[in-house]
């Protein structure tokens, strides 16, 4: 049962961080079009 609880915490905290860096990395997408849509 541990066991079962300890792999469930380690997926639930690497989909975390990977969502995370996913919309960190879109949003940086998003500002640059709008920078290129602004003229800057």
Not at 12 to 24: K, M, Q, R, W
């Amino acid at each position: 049962m541990k066991k079962i609880v300890t792999l469930c915490v380690l997926l639930v905290s690497a989909y975390t961080l990977s969502a995370c860096n996913t919309f960190h990395g879109f949003g940086k997408d998003v500002e640059h079009v709008g920078e290129k849509i602004q003229g800057k």
